[in-house]
């Protein structure tokens, strides 16, 4: 089983830029996909962006679309996720989660990590 884990939260400015990481550990990642995802407090969780782990072909939810880049370094079984133009509603936690198949929805996803806490202030 493959176990994921996200680094990279925090403190940042509205405007600014943070760089969050996702490390498939257990084994080799060889599903066909890893994505993002974020919930906020009292919000459904939303689907940031996602991976096709072979190809690298990339899908991205409406609200970042632009603003997010979303990449994996198949060498190092990590998924990273740039952030830049960051606004006040970006808070919220951020999760990495990997699927067999290549989708926005989370309920195609079977391997989720812990979350980190990504917060904009103004």
């Known amino acids: 089983q493959v176990q994921l884990r996200e680094s990279g939260g925090g403190l940042v400015q509205a405007g600014g830029s943070l760089s969050l990481s996702c490390a498939a550990s257990?084994?080799?990642?060889?599903?066909?996909?890893m994505g993002w995802f974020r919930q906020a407090p009292g919000k459904e969780r939303e689907f940031i962006a996602a991976i096709k782990w072979n190809s690298g072909i990339t899908l991205y939810g409406e609200s970042v679309k632009g603003r997010f880049t979303i990449s994996r370094d198949s060498a190092k079984n990590t998924m990273y996720l740039q952030m830049n133009s960051l606004k006040l509603e970006d808070t919220a936690v951020y999760y990495c989660a990997a699927a067999d198949i290549f989708s926005r929805r989370d309920s195609s996803y079977n391997v989720w990590g812990q979350g980190t806490q990504v917060t904009v202030s103004s």
């Open positions: 257990g084994r080799a990642f060889s599903g066909n996909s």
